[in-house]
């Protein structure tokens, strides 16, 4: 990968990234600052790196570096930090928050699977690459995570 | 086989997309056989994540980098580059310094071999009309030997093997240096004989056989053994004793030439007659 290729994966993938750290961490400076080191390790790496394989490696190292700052944080608050406008559905305009407090329920490796699920559309083996998980932990992470999301939803709607 | 016990993870996987086509007719099957499932189904698309493409990061230039095709040298070639400059500036000054110390030495080499060559052909016996003249002409010679101190060529000269030059100096020898180490020789035995030779042609004719056309060297030889034992002290490159082997070597012959003057004198014998009456009869 030249430099070339380098702007091209910012172009590309800078915002998908940041979405995906700002769910993940759920603070937007740690979101940025995810983001910035993805990038420059790219750029550090990019001789080894070829174009089709930018995008995997870039939300592999913004993975370990969401789940190391959860684990020095321990803690996850999904706020209302995000500044940036939002797409909501006009039949469901609570349905976004509730997902996010049901997101927020989930732990940090968790979260991310679902979010490299639902945002990006990864498989399950190529979520198992960038995570280092085997296709069956992924397969059972992610079922869990739907249940539990799931009860949730039916909690909510119950109270409701 | 979907069954009322695997059904959900079906579901989750077809949520999540991971069915294929076969899968997802069986499910789709199974439901129509339970509606009751159907809600559950829903449910489960219901969690998953819109996807929110209002969320973009500000800024993401500052990512970019520039394209410019600049070759940055590597940290480490610099040390490589200057540890190749330094070993050529040392090996240079190496040659550099070799070759003047080769030039020096081959100098100081030419200067003793003058030297030595001027001492071995100047006349020391000159005819024999005056007795006077050559002991001057010897005082001479050895004083202009001795008036060039040895210390001048000594500056740049391997150190020469001693053992070659170390030689204890013979009877002949002895007697040659005991006869120059007075500034005036009082009577040189060469001398003696040439004075003989006025009034005795037959006694001197076996000493001018012996030394045909040959200047007696009693002098120089000293001389040479004087500067031989000074030249041991120098440091004389091993290369460059050639010349001072041959000068040597020439030494050597001088010395054997005296000895052989001096077996000559032990066999001689001088009679003085009148008539048949002999008066005197000296040997030596």
Redesign the interface.
Known sequence: MDAKSYNTCVQDWADALFRFACKSTGNEEDARDIVQNSFETLWQKKENVPLEKGKSFLFQVAYNQSIDLYRKKRRVHLTDTITSQETMKPSNPDLKRILERALAKLDEQARALVLLKDYEGYKYDEIAQITGLSDTQVKVYLHRARKTMKNYLISVERII | MINLENY??YL?LY????LDDDAIKALMAFLEQHPNLKKELE??Q????????????SG??D?????SKKIAIQPWWRYYAAAAALLLIVFTAYKWMNKTTDNTIQNELDIVKNDTANTITQPIINEPESDTIPKQVIVQNTQSIHTKPLHQHSTSVAPINTSQHTTKPTKAEEKIQSSTENPVPENPIVFVKEEESKTEEVIVEPIKNVIPNKPLQTPVAKEKKFKKGLLAKLFINAEKQEGLEHLKNQVEEKVATVKSLNENLKNTSVEFKIGNKELLVLNF
């Open positions: 959900e993870e989750i949520v999540d997309d991971e449910l489960y219901r969690t998953k994540l819109p996807l929110e493409t209002a969320i973009m990061l993401k230039q990512l970019q980098k520039n394209e």
